[in-house]
């Protein structure tokens, strides 16, 4: 009898995995790409992190590439179908032909600093010196240009702007002296604080309304799989709430993705630091503004930025559905 109950329960536990399979083969495999080891990737990373992307149907290999320019690249060649990246990396992209468009805002302005190596302490200092940003084309380049010359600069003249890598890279080489400075955002620039550089210049106090790092895909990919992208902008949307919301699982996200070693006391200021609407709105619409400003910054390298328009690059279709239908709403009632 007892042999006849233990191979009864083992077919109902067949079964029961059986139930479950057509569940799994439902997801959704979408590569999606990230361009900096920093908090405004948080998104993609919660996302992940916090099963938001399972349970809304996606399995969601996350891939690191180096600065926007490398990101918008692998995006256009389809080596990602959608990808986190900031405004000017879509904005040249786009302008030199691709269908690139943001989906999401992200993050829609800066909290980047200019971090003088040791030693220096003033920004009459840089004068002669080096700038390290992530790559030519990129948010740290728009950036490097404008704090640049809100300090009183010739950008390329007075400053030599060089490309170095990540967050943590420009890092390392600003703390070493191999640059004069660089472009860094938390938690690389409380690290800095913390071992003793100076902020040469703060572009999050310069006024400067940008649409930094967004959730992005092409035109074509939306029509072919519109339902995917809307599952994964609806994604977003909740790994915002759940920054917002939910402190433990953002903090180890964070922790995760910028490596091992790194005080709990800066991974949580670095939440706190980009937890307000100006930089991480509820509701997610790209911002046309922010676009504006890149395209004025870009106009100066390529006259095509001139006369384009912000609306060229968004699609507000799915924010829009979600904003709507009160979802946005719903998720951030008090229960």
Do not use: C
């Not at 400053?159 to 943590?168: C, E, L």
């Amino acid at each position: 009898m007892k042999r006849y109950a233990l191979v009864y329960i083992s077919v109902w536990l067949i079964s029961l995995s059986l139930f479950n399979l057509p569940a799994l083969a439902q997801l959704t495999r979408v590569n999606v790409g990230y361009s900096a080891v920093s908090a405004d990737q948080l998104p993609a990373w919660v996302a992940k992190e916090s099963g938001i992307f399972t349970k809304n149907g996606l399995d969601v290999p996350l891939i690191f590439f180096t600065g926007g320019t490398t990101a918008i690249l692998a995006l256009v060649s389809k080596d990602v179908p959608i990808t986190q990246v900031s405004g000017p990396g879509l904005v040249n992209s786009a302008l030199a032909g691709s269908d690139a468009v943001f989906v999401a805002a992200g993050m829609t302005s800066l909290n980047y600093v200019l971090m003088g190596k040791p030693g220096l302490k003033t920004p009459e200092q840089l004068k002669g010196g080096t700038l390290a940003i992530s790559r030519f084309g990129s948010a740290t380049d728009s950036i490097a240009r404008f704090a640049l010359k809100k300090i009183g600069f010739t950008p390329g003249k007075d400053v030599t702007i060089v490309q170095v890598g990540s967050g943590p890279e420009r890092l390392n080489a600003v703390m070493t002296g191999k640059v004069s400075a660089a472009v860094i955002n938390p938690p690389s620039s409380f690290i800095a604080e913390k071992r003793g550089l100076a902020i040469m210049a703060d572009v999050g106090k310069m006024g400067l309304v940008f649409q930094h790092t967004g959730a992005a895909t092409t035109r074509r990919f939306i029509r072919e799989h519109p339902d995917t992208v809307r599952r994964y902008v609806k994604s977003h949307v909740e790994a915002v709430h759940t920054m917002w919301t939910d402190k433990e699982a953002t903090v180890r996200a964070l922790g995760k993705y910028m490596g091992s070693g790194i005080d709990r006391e800066i991974l949580e200021k670095s939440r706190e630091n980009v937890l307000t609407e100006t930089f991480f709105p509820k509701k997610q619409y790209p911002s046309l503004e922010g676009l504006k400003t890149v395209l004025e910054d870009i106009g100066e390298r390529d006259p095509r930025a001139k006369t384009a328009k912000p609306e060229q690059f968004v699609d507000f279709t799915f924010i829009k559905e979600l904003d709507q239908s009160g979802f946005v709403d719903g998720l951030y009632k008090t229960k």
